[in-house]
């Protein structure tokens, strides 16, 4: 597809199992609408997403493009922002349902499309290809459970000679430069992911970054320990300044831990960089050192607990990565059950009615 989309992640493989961040995919409250996909896997629930992607963007309609953390060739979701509509794969393991059925979301069935005696036929081989898939995600989950916990030791062992004052200061320092007074109405977060543990490894979608913001705020961190903490203080007084900012936190914390923050309004962005993600394909407008927030003489003096840490985490995520890749191997055979049983002719009709259904929405307003 188009490398001009911007990508992101809604879901993440992390140390305590599948996380969904689905939940901040569409606000029902703000006039969003939508499009929740049930359907096997095989049944064409990405290809509809991508070829709806291209048919808005050839009519210069804004697309926003969600890949799957377990096949970043695929696409979880894909959002018009301009039309306040996306479609959205709405099975496991980010199950999703209508929350306001007909008024703000819709479930669209591709199941209808399938022969079921073709699968009944191919019963025992569907199950037998389900529980292979589910077992190497679960050997993925330990192995990065594993991960996560060395990276936390790391994180406490880091953040114990953190100087926050003096990171408090360069951030209040930082944002006066960047953004008027504090007032009038708080700005709005929104919840990605820019980067995930995926069959290929760690993906992350560097030009993303470009193409949301000219000027980037490269910030070296290589123990991804203070970045995030440095990032969460920019968000903060970003959101008072009554800015909108775009939070990707990072797949092996998606809840917790910030990587990247995006501030179109001021044509501004920060990205944390290390050895797991380096960040070469970026040009920073400014490099900020993280070790600059350290007490000295904190990393020498720990630097063998720290060295063995992260090379067994190292060992680790690649067992992990390995694991998804096999989980991705017979999830393609699982598939092809499904797509010998579809008649795509129906899958085209849905199609046609599902994408007239959005263009009619606000896309052309301005």
């Not at 569409?26 to 609408?33: M, R």
């Not at 896997?41 to 709806?52: D, I, N, Q, V, W």
């Not at 360069?170 to 960047?178: D, G, S, T, W």
């Not at 007074?181 to 490894?201: D, F, M, Q, Y």
Request: hydrophobic share 40%.
């Amino acid at each position: 597809m188009d490398a001009s989309y911007p990508r992101f992640f809604l879901g993440a493989n992390a140390p305590g199992g599948f996380v969904s961040r689905f939940d901040h995919l569409y606000s029902p409250q703000e006039g969003w609408f939508a499009y929740i996909l049930k359907g096997g896997p095989g049944t064409g629930k990405s290809s509809l997403m991508k070829r709806a992607a291209e048919e808005a963007h050839c009519a210069n309609i804004p697309v926003e493009l969600i890949h799957c953390s377990s096949d970043p060739d695929s696409l979880d979701a894909v959002i018009f922002p301009r039309c306040k509509a996306c479609i959205v794969d709405g099975t496991a393991p980010h199950t999703l349902d209508p929350r306001y059925p007909g008024v703000a979301d819709a479930i669209v069935n591709l199941g209808e499309c399938w022969d079921g005696a073709q699968l009944e036929a191919a019963r025992t081989q569907i199950i037998q290809a389900s529980e292979k898939t589910s077992g190497y995600h679960q050997r993925a989950q330990r192995y990065l459970a594993a991960c996560g916990a060395l990276q936390d030791d790391c994180h406490r062992m880091i953040r114990a000679g953190l100087d926050l004052d003096k990171l408090q200061r360069f951030a209040a320092n930082l944002c006066k430069r960047l953004f008027s007074k504090a007032g009038g109405a708080p700005g709005r977060e929104t919840v990605r992911l820019i980067s995930a543990v995926t069959p290929e490894g760690i993906v992350y979608y560097e030009d993303t970054l470009k193409q949301f913001c000219d000027y980037i705020y490269v910030i070296e961190d290589e123990f991804d320990s203070m970045g995030s903490v440095l990032l969460e203080q920019i968000r903060d007084k970003a959101l008072l300044a009554g800015a909108d900012v775009i939070s990707c936190y990072c797949p092996m914390s998606p809840l917790k831990r910030i990587e990247a923050l995006i501030i179109p309004s001021i044509n501004f962005a920060f990205a944390v960089a290390n050895s797991w993600h380096p960040l070469s394909g970026i040009t920073p407008y400014r490099r900020i050192h993280a070790r600059r927030f350290l007490k000295a003489g904190l990393v020498s003096a720990r630097r063998q607990k720290l060295g063995f840490n992260r090379r067994i985490s190292r060992a680790l995520l690649a067992e992990a990565v390995t694991n998804l890749r096999l989980a991705k191997e017979t999830h393609d055979e699982l598939e092809a059950f499904y797509e010998r049983s579809m008649d795509y002719s129906k899958v085209d009709a849905i199609y046609d009615s599902l994408i007239a259904d959005i263009f009619r929405r606000s896309c052309f307003s301005d």
